[in-house]
């Protein structure tokens, strides 16, 4: 079944690590378009060689119809923003001056996060292993990917690409105290191994990726896989989703499935909730 872009394991995924071409899924919307795939090539070699020898974010250089698939997704993304992200997002898209007509390179909006919160945007190939991005984070780099999903299907991808990586977590990196708890997580995760790593990487998930917060008494939302996905704006305020207070131990217990719709969702009451569960984690499984 055809799914809206629903982010899959995305950053934290388990795949092979070094991998050294793209291999696109046998069902992905670009696989038959030769242009794309050759794009896909070049973008992946300038990407990995810009995260292994850590200099200047490398500039893609954006087509048309990358910035049709950017302007496509702010639009769309544009009014359920408004209405349900949480304020530290709003503020950081506004800050970084995301605008509608094309895709901003990795390297200027990285420049805007360094200057705000002392975060870095780092390219990513693709998919890192748990321990890898925990290992960036910890060093208050973002792995970001620079690819598009094809321009026949905006709202589809099946694997994470830079709607997620920017539309998704790149606004909220702008603030020093989300940065700083995002660096923490990364510190813990850098040290943590086998079970403690299992349960660091599920908080991470019920949080930076999919975690909603009260705000003035609404529920407002600061997941970055929810922000960058139309489906999951909407299905993550319907009834078929168990929303529970955040519960340090009920989180990493509880797994998930990246490949469907998240069923169950983490509400925090406040950013300063979210640090000291953070510190207790790192307390519990970060060593
Ligand atoms: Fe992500």
Redesign the pocket.
């Known amino acids: 079944m055809e799914q809206d872009n629903l982010?899959r394991d995305?950053?934290?995924a388990c795949g092979p690590a070094g991998q050294d071409h793209v291999v696109l899924d046998p069902k992905h919307p670009g696989i038959n378009d030769g242009f794309y795939v050759r794009r896909r090539e070049m973008i992946y070699r300038l990407s990995r060689d810009g995260r292994i020898s850590e200099s200047e974010v490398p500039r893609i250089g954006y087509t048309e119809n990358d910035d049709s698939v950017w302007r496509y997704v702010c639009r769309k993304l544009q009014e359920v923003h408004e209405r349900n992200a949480c304020d530290i997002f709003l503020e950081g898209k506004k800050a970084l001056g995301f605008e509608e007509g094309a895709m901003p390179e990795l390297h200027d909006l990285s420049e805007g996060t360094y200057a705000r919160s002392g975060f870095r945007l780092i390219p990513a190939e693709g998919m890192l292993s748990s321990k890898d991005f925990f290992r960036y984070l910890s060093r208050n780099r973002m792995p970001c990917t620079q690819y598009l999903r094809h321009h026949s299907k905006p709202e589809y991808t099946p694997e994470?690409d830079a709607v997620?990586?920017v539309m998704?977590?790149v606004p909220l990196l702008v603030d020093r105290n989300y940065a700083e708890i995002v660096r923490m997580i990364g510190e813990a995760g850098a040290r943590a191994e086998g079970e403690n790593l299992i349960k660091l990487t599920r908080f991470y998930w019920f949080t930076?990726?999919f975690g909603l917060i009260r705000q003035a008494g609404a529920l407002k939302v600061f997941g970055?896989?929810l922000l960058s996905s139309f489906g999951e704006m909407t299905y993550c305020y319907s009834d078929d989703v168990d929303r529970r207070p955040l519960d340090i131990d009920d989180v990493v217990e509880t797994d998930y499935d990246p490949t469907i719709m998240q069923p169950t969702l983490f509400v925090i009451e406040s950013m300063e909730q979210l640090r000291e569960a953070t510190i207790e984690l790192a307390r519990r499984y970060g060593s």
């Open positions: 982010l995305q950053d934290l994470p997620h990586d998704g977590h930076i990726e970055a896989g």
